[in-house]
T-cell receptor
């Protein structure tokens, strides 16, 4: 079945450094979503990418969808302590049910 | 706009006991999802409802898990009997129309099976 893998599993950065997490799917995706989960919290939707090669920005966050629609990345510029949490990608296959398959997440720690 | 509500927030039970979780989605949202999130992993879809019909329950362990959404609004998820490996956070989410839209998650129910 469809699998979504994320790397790295953990990342510790100094405040002000950049951070990137990568997401790879075993199959072509119709779209991909990114979520952030703070410690003890629930996933919160960040963005959805649909088009091949799409790039979207939200302030210091840049999201990319690969040309083959099988991979994606999230890049945070100049991290802040408020960026702490686990970032999940969730890929949607092309089946009619459109079920989201979540990656295992990348947990970001930011040292002040 | 009120978010997705879930109760209880925490539950501790012994193995072989039964437990039920409740979810009230955002008003007007037709699609409701139950996810299981084991510590250190991403959420895994257990069941998806469109109004009061089941769209996908392929990953629901049907020998012990059941879920219903009788009136197309709130939903309950039941585990009977519970096993140690059921310890997880059970997240409910909803979306306005269908699965291709943004999903809004509730705070979750943290279940510990001893």
């Amino acid at each position: 079945g469809q699998q979504v893998m994320q790397i790295p599993q953990y990342q510790h950065v100094q405040e002000g450094e950049d951070f990137t997490t990568y997401c790879n799917s075993s199959t072509t995706l119709s779209n991909i979503q990114w979520y952030k989960q703070r410690p003890g919290g629930h996933p919160v939707f960040l963005i959805q990418l649909v088009k091949s090669g799409e790039v979207k920005k939200q302030k210091r966050l840049t999201f990319q969808f690969g040309e083959a629609k099988k991979n994606s990345s999230l890049h945070i510029t100049a991290t802040q302590t408020t960026d702490v949490g686990t970032y999940f990608c969730a890929g949607r296959g092309s089946s009619n049910t459109g079920k989201l398959i979540f990656g295992q997440g990348t947990t970001l720690q930011v040292k002040p | 706009e009120a978010g997705v509500a879930q109760s209880p927030r925490y539950k501790i039970i012994e193995k072989r006991q039964s437990v039920a979780f409740w979810c009230n989605p955002i008003s007007g949202h037709a699609t409701l999802y139950w996810y299981q999130q084991i510590l250190g992993q991403g959420p895994k879809l257990l069941i998806q409802f469109q109004n009061n019909g089941v769209v996908d329950d392929s990953q629901l362990p049907k020998d012990r898990f059941s879920a219903e959404r009788l009136k197309g609004v709130d939903s309950t998820l039941k585990i009977q009997p519970a096993k140690l490996e059921d310890s997880a956070v059970y997240l409910c989410a909803s979306s306005l129309q269908g699965p291709r839209e943004t999903q809004y998650f509730g705070p979750g129910t943290r279940l510990l099976v001893l």
